[in-house]
């Protein structure tokens, strides 16, 4: 078992691993911080000192030839799955199998790990979503179908664009204007269609509703840097889907076409 059987170095190079593993499945930063502390505790390290942010973390002491590290995040997604398995194995350490080796191993094969659903699937899902929330807003049989296909096109143009890693910004902004550009189509196509139905149901699923929750929770547990960049990266999100679809609808508007 690993409790009881680790000196401070080992200790710390797994609470980082374990670190670096919630922070980049979504978790949010009080629970990576609240994590790390009780896993060295428990290790009988309750003196470590932990900060994290959404793209870094550091652990130390405040002993000047002590052991410190700090690990930079650079991706991040939401994969809830993982944050449950590292909640489980902190709260059932004392019946973990493996050793420092085996642990750290186990770490490093999580941060490797392919997401959980492929990206035909999240397309797919996306278009659902898609159509259900234009539906739930009072749109026909036609803003249904136009709504999955506007939601399915638009989330794989971003899955196309994320291969050539740009700036989230320019990722979401591209992904709303393709939702805009769809939308018009979709209207010219079949003139029951209603197009503030399509494109809002196509953008509930790009919506960060998790960054701006987590942002929130983070101020609502005192750690005002992390809470302030997440509810700043949700606006930034926000803020980037709408550039996309006003420059579109603005651009099609000025050409002379009835949008309505």
Same mark, same amino acid.
């Given at each position: 078992?690993? @409790?009881?059987?680790?000196?401070?170095?080992?200790?710390?190079? !797994?609470?980082? $691993?374990?670190?670096? /593993?919630?922070?980049?499945?979504?978790?949010?930063?009080?629970? /990576?911080?609240?994590?790390?502390?009780?896993?060295? &505790?428990?290790?009988?390290?309750?003196? +470590?000192?932990?900060?994290?942010?959404?793209?870094? !973390?550091? @652990?130390?002491?405040?002993?000047?030839?002590?052991?410190?590290?700090?690990?930079?995040?650079?991706?991040?997604?939401?994969?809830?799955?993982?944050?449950?398995?590292?909640?489980?194995?902190?709260?059932?350490?004392?019946?973990?199998?493996?050793?420092?080796?085996?642990?750290?191993?186990?770490?490093?094969?999580?941060?490797?790990?392919?997401?959980?659903?492929?990206?035909?699937?999240?397309?797919?899902?996306? *278009?659902?979503?898609? $159509?259900?929330?234009?539906?739930?807003?009072?749109?026909?049989?036609?803003?249904?179908?136009?709504?999955?296909?506007?939601?399915?096109?638009?989330?794989?143009?971003?899955? @196309?664009?994320?291969?050539?890693?740009?700036?989230?910004?320019?990722?979401?902004?591209?992904?709303? &204007?393709?939702?805009?550009?769809?939308?018009?189509?979709?209207?010219?196509?079949?003139?029951?269609?209603?197009?503030?139905?399509?494109? +809002? *149901?196509?953008?509930?699923?790009?919506?960060? *509703?998790?960054?701006?929750?987590?942002?929130?929770?983070?101020?609502? $547990? *005192?750690?005002? +840097?992390?809470?302030?960049?997440? +509810?700043?990266? $949700? !606006?930034?999100?926000?803020?980037?889907?709408? /550039?996309?679809?006003?420059?579109?609808?603005?651009?099609?508007?000025?050409?002379?076409?009835?949008?309505?």
């Amino acid at each position: 078992m690993i @409790l009881g059987q680790l000196n401070r170095k080992q200790t710390l190079d !797994i609470a980082m $691993a374990l670190g670096k /593993v919630l922070l980049k499945s979504g978790a949010e930063t009080s629970r /990576v911080e609240d994590t790390i502390e009780r896993f060295c &505790a428990k290790n009988h390290y309750p003196d +470590v000192n932990v900060f994290v942010t959404p793209t870094v !973390i550091v @652990l130390g002491d405040e002993q000047p030839d002590g052991y410190s590290c700090v690990c930079r995040i650079r991706s991040r997604s939401t994969n809830l799955r993982t944050v449950s398995e590292i909640n489980d194995f902190l709260y059932n350490l004392d019946k973990w199998p493996l050793d420092y080796e085996g642990t750290m191993d186990y770490f490093n094969n999580k941060l490797k790990e392919t997401p959980p659903y492929n990206d035909k699937l999240i397309c797919l899902a996306s *278009g659902l979503a898609s $159509a259900g929330f234009s539906a739930m807003l009072g749109g026909n049989s036609h803003d249904f179908i136009a709504a999955f296909v506007t939601g399915l096109i638009a989330m794989l143009v971003l899955k @196309l664009l994320s291969g050539y890693r740009p700036s989230a910004f320019w990722e979401n902004a591209l992904a709303g &204007a393709t939702i805009a550009i769809v939308a018009i189509m979709c209207c010219a196509v079949s003139v029951q269609c209603t197009m503030d139905k399509i494109i +809002v *149901g196509a953008v509930m699923p790009f919506v960060p *509703g998790v960054a701006f929750t987590n942002g929130l929770r983070d101020y609502m $547990a *005192g750690d005002l +840097v992390s809470g302030n960049s997440r +509810v700043a990266e $949700a !606006i930034l999100f926000a803020s980037s889907i709408a /550039v996309g679809l006003a420059f579109v609808l603005q651009a099609w508007h000025k050409w002379g076409w009835d949008l309505w």
